[in-house]
C-alpha cells in the first residue's frame, strides 16, 4: 500500500470513529492514541473493530492490535488484511 | 409487522395450582408465587408458552455465585412449566448494553481463592470448592443444554468464554451484528470450563475450534454466522425480536415430537465435558493461573490485562 492509500485508509477510520463515537472529527489526529481520543473502554474498542471489519470486509484478529495505539498504527493493520 | 409475543405475562407457571420447584436463587424467590422471577442477576417471565429470560448483571452479566444460584432456579422453573406444559420454549437474552455475557467472574473468583489464601485454607480444600462451582456449573449448563423445549440465545455485544458456553447450551443463537464471540481462557493460563468445547464441537468443525482457543481471538458475528455457530444473523438491537418470532414457531410444534427431536439430533457429549472438568481442575492450581487473574483484576486500564 502507498502512501496516499496508507492516508486515505487513516481518514476513513478516523471518520468511522468520529461517527460512531460522536467526536468532531476536526478534533482527532492520526496519531491520537484512539482510546483517550475517543474516550472510550475496552467493550467500545470491540465495537470498534466489529464496525471496522463490516466497513472494510476484513476480519482482523485482535491480538494483532494488542500495542496498536494510534489511527495510523490501526491503519496498518488493516491494510494487511485488504 | 405482528408480534408473536402476549402483551400480558401469563401466570401458567402457577396457574394450576402446583408448587413449583423451589428456586435455590439468592435472590427472592418468586417463581412459586408470582410465575416470575426478579433476581439480582437474571429474571424472567412466561408469556404465550415462552419462558424469557434477561440476564441484568452490570457490567457484563459475569457469572459468579449469585447467577449460577439464579441459573439454578430457572432450570427448576423450566423444567416444571415444561412438565405441566405451560413452558414451550425459552429464551435467553441481556439488558446489559455491553453485550449478552463476559464469562466467568474472575474478580469474585480470585477475591475468594486470595481470601482462603489468606485465611491459611489447604490448596486442598481450595481445589474442592472451585470443583464444586464447576460441578453445579455443568449440572445446570447440561439441564439447560437438554432442556426438553426449544431454547433460544438472543445474544450481542460480547459473548466470551462462560457467556459463550452458556449461549451455546441453547438450540438456536440469535445474534445481532455486533456480537463478538472468544475463548479468552487460554490468555488465563486455562481451559473454558463450563463446557463450551464440547458442545462446540458438535456444530463446527476442529480447525474452527482451534483457532479460537489457540489464539483467544475474537469472532464476529458475521463469521459466526458464516461458520454456522450462529443460526440467525440480524441488524443490531433486534436479537431480542426475532428471537421472540423464533420461539412462537417453535411454540406451534407439538411438544413430544420437539422433545424427541432434540434427543435426536442433540446429544449431550457427557464424556468430553467430564474430561473438560478435570483438565480444568487440574489446570487452575497452576501459579499461571494465580497470577494472571491478579493482574486482571488489578488491572484498572481501559486497555485489562491480556496476553
Known sequence: ?82 | MEEPRNPGVDRGLTSDGESPPASTAGGTTTVGTAGAFRGEALSWELAGGVLEVTLHRAPANEIGTTTLAELEGLVAALYAGAERGTVRAMILHSAVAGGFCAGADLRELYAGITARRAAGDAEAAIEAEVRGFIDRIHATFDALDQAPVTTVAAVHGVVFGGGFELALCCDLVVADKSARFAFPELRLGLVPGFGGIPRLRRDVGNAVIRDLLLTGRTLSATRAHELGLVSQLVARGEALNVARHVAAQACRFDADVTRAAKRFIKPLPAGELAREKDLFCALFTSPVVSEALRRFTESHDARPYLP
Open chain 1, 1 to 82: 500500500m502507498n502512501t496516499t492509500d496508507h492516508t486515505t485508509l487513516t481518514a476513513r477510520l478516523m471518520t468511522l470513529a468520529s461517527e460512531r463515537f460522536d467526536r468532531p472529527l476536526a478534533a482527532l489526529s492520526a496519531d491520537d492514541d484512539f482510546f483517550h481520543a475517543l474516550g472510550i473502554d475496552s467493550l467500545q474498542a470491540l465495537d470498534l473493530l466489529t464496525r471496522i471489519e463490516e466497513t472494510f470486509d476484513v476480519e482482523v484478529p485482535d491480538y494483532e492490535l494488542q500495542g496498536v495505539t494510534t489511527f495510523t498504527g490501526l491503519a496498518e493493520v488493516i491494510a494487511r488484511r485488504l
